[in-house]
């Protein structure tokens, strides 16, 4: 948008009777002129009445009461008016980034999840937090280790150590109301085979309980 100079005159004074002398402001946007005018003291009713080119420059002429003014009425000169880079810095300051407080999420590093899989048999696999981005939209994560605790006929016990291996992979966060209560799931990619992503499945994650025994098909039992 184009800025302006204002200048204020009497309707006697000729135009170069204050083109050199100290504007009472300058604004960006034609629009922002009226809202200006009308925050003025004793300034009654400003309407435009004129504008053309006045020595090339482009202008505008406001005067303060409507059309019915006196001689020594208040009028309202605005300029088409290029600034300088140093003006520029003033009137457009450029805003300072501000960083966000990183959002808060039910999910920190170190923290471990698990999916369950499989047909007519159950397999688990665990990972670990190891980022959790700014946004709270993303995890990083990689594979953690588990432990046999015992069995249950053809099921084994198992419960995740905090032991991880192979690639890191990236996950969405995924948010759940569950009984009036905020949980968060993970989904996304993530390495299957001896955690890598070159041999990579889709899956989803519940958040791992402290103490939880999980139970997967025994080996000797799966297909």
């Known amino acids: ?29 034609k629009d922002n002129i009226f809202k200006y005018l009308k925050t ?20 505008f002429v406001f005067y303060n009461g409507g059309s019915n003014y006196y001689r020594d009425a208040d009028q309202f000169v605005a300029f088409q008016y290029k600034p300088t880079q140093e003006e520029l810095n003033i009137l457009r300051p450029k805003k300072k980034y501000v960083a966000l407080p990183k959002k808060e999420i039910g999910i920190k590093v170190g923290d471990i999840y698990y999916t369950s899989w499989g047909y007519d048999q159950t397999n688990i696999d665990t990972i670990i937090i190891t ?18 605790l015992g069995n249950e006929g053809s099921h084994d016990l198992i419960e995740p150590t905090r032991q991880a291996y192979g690639d890191t992979f990236r ?16 989904t996304g990619s993530y390495a299957y085979s001896n955690g890598s992503m070159d041999n990579s499945r889709v899956g989803s994650f519940t958040k791992y309980t402290n103490g939880q025994r999980l139970s997967e098909t025994n080996s000797y039992y799966g297909h």
């Open 1 to 29: 948008m184009a800025f302006w100079k204002i200048y204020r005159k009497k309707s006697m004074e000729g135009y170069e009777d204050f083109k050199n002398v100290q504007p009472i402001n300058i604004l960006e946007g």
């Open 40 to 59: 003025l003291p004793n300034v009654r009713n400003v309407e435009l009445k004129e504008y053309g080119a006045f020595t090339g420059d482009r202008y």
């Open 131 to 148: 980022e959790v981005s700014e946004t709270g939209k993303t995890v990083k994560a990689r594979r953690c280790k588990t432990r046999t």
């Open 171 to 186: 996950l969405q966060v995924r948010t759940y109301n569950r009984n009036g209560v905020e949980e968060y799931g993970l």
